[in-house]
């Protein structure tokens, strides 16, 4: 399903892109941090087993969740929930990775602020 490096280069990727918004160490809980263990959910369309990471806080809170998905592929989510810190245009509110085996892509999840 899953192996130690692709996790971690998942993580790395999750961290990367809170880095590139500007969010300095110790600003944000990092995804790296935290991982709770594995639990099982079935894809509802396939009806294949799929393996979740949840992500969570110091207090324990869900911050995220990376799914590994029974083709290879996953996606994972870290809620960042904070404005930018260099473009008040924005809100953050969270970062992204996909992809399958060893390839990860990853984006920022932006909002125009009101």
Known sequence: ???????????????LEIHKLGF???????????????DSVTDPYTGAGNRRIELRDGAGKKMGQIQF????SFFAEFDVVRPHPKDPRWFVEGVVAWGRGDTVKS???LLPMP
């Open 1 to 15: 399903m899953h192996t130690d490096p692709t996790l971690q280069r998942i993580t790395q990727s999750l961290a």
């Open 24 to 38: 300095l160490p110790g600003d944000l809980f990092m995804p790296v941090s935290a991982m709770t263990g594995v």
């Open 69 to 72: 998905n029974s083709d290879d």
């Open 107 to 109: 984006e920022a999840k």
